[in-house]
Every structure is written in C-alpha cells, then in structure tokens.
C-alpha cells in the first residue's frame, strides 16, 4: 500500500512555537473549477494542514492510505483511531471548531474565506481572534468574511475592533472601521466609544484608511443617532 509523508513545521509567534503537520493532496473541484474538497494522495500537487499529528494520520487512513511521520514523532494508533471514530454529539462543535479552525490557514483563499464564514456560524467566542486576524488579508473575498462573521457578535467585539484601530497593518485598520460600520447600524452604543478612537484615524498616514475613517465617522455617527 502507498505510504504518504506527513511533514512537520514548526511555527514561530513571538515567544511561542506551534507545530503543524503537512499531507500531500489531492484538490476535487466543482463544475466551476474552484476548489471543492482537498483529499490525501501521494501524487497529489495541493497541500491540506493539521494542527495535531493524530489528525494527519487519520486523515491519511481516511483517504485510503498508510504514512510515514516526520523524523523523530511518534503518534498513538489509539489516537489515530480516536480521530477516525464517529464523534459524539456533544463532541461535534469542538470537532467543527478545530476542522474550521485548521482550513483557515489553507493556501486556498476560496477554503478560507468559507472556512471564515463556517466559524460564524458556531458563533463561539474562541473565534473572535482569528477573525480578526483575518482582517488584515490581502484577499477581499477572506476580509469580507471576516467582517461580516464580526458583525454577527455586534457590541461584544467592539472593544477588540478598537484596539485594533492601531494595528500597524494598514489593512486591517481600514478592514476595522468598515466593521464599525456595519456594526453601528445594529448596535446601541454610546457614539464616543466608537467615534472617538475612529476621528483618531482621520490623520492616519494610509490616505486610503484615513478617507474611510472620514466617511465612517459621519456614517457611524448618523447610524447611532437615528437609533436614540
């Protein structure tokens, strides 16, 4: 039986490291040519990413296939078997929650941006942060995503989008008031605790952030005002 490799990557984030595990595989697409499954193969040209071991290799087994680990890891086939079994229902959101979770760092921006939307929908605090994140992306398709899965939470991230109003990318800055926007026209909110830092951003030194956050102001200021 063909044996695919799982490799391993270690990332690094400021003081902490994480591992990832990469398989080789294969991309099934839809009528229109975009990317609907990605599934292990040897000869596969694509990439699918896991956040544990166990996960690659039952992955792996799924797909039909046998594998080789990494140099030096060892993974429990009690674990394997564990990823392979049938969830219980109470085990499903988190089950999602890593799925989802682990699709939004797939080199595909299609995977992502649905990936995105699909932790909205188990609307969980834990996913806050990486659409956040995920507001600074070059793709618009992954940033409107984002924004609309934060719009979703309203108040309760309004002072998370606000501490990143000073966000050194410019990107997710611009991304931020657009939020703002949308959540303003949902939200009751005193007018300075949005208003105030955003005015901030009229002298930002992006032009394209500091129009937006003109437009915003005027925008989130009439939102809120109509709602009193």
Partial sequence: M?????KKKIIKNNDSEQALYY?????????D?????LVPHPNGNDVMEFSTLAEAAAAIRKA???YNLPEGETVEEDNVNKEIEQP???DLEKLLFNKFKSETKNMNPSIVAASVTALSYLNTNDSIDIFIEKLGEENEKIRNSAIEALTNYQGSVIDKLIDSLTNPNWITRNSVISCLVKISEF???EPE???VPLINRIEDE???????AILASGKIYNNLIKRQ
């Avoid at 063909?2 to 799982?6: G, M, S």
């Avoid at 294969?26 to 009528?31: A, D, G, T, V």
Wanted: proline share 3%; no cysteine.
């Fill in 2 to 6: 063909q044996k695919i490799t799982i």
């Fill in 23 to 31: 398989v080789r595989a294969l991309s099934l697409k839809n009528s």
């Fill in 33 to 37: 040519n975009k990317v609907k499954l």
């Fill in 64 to 66: 039909g296939f046998e």
């Fill in 88 to 90: 219980q229902k109470s």
């Fill in 187 to 189: 939200t009751d909110v």
């Fill in 193 to 195: 605790k949005i208003l």
């Fill in 206 to 212: 992006n032009p394209i952030v500091q129009a937006n």
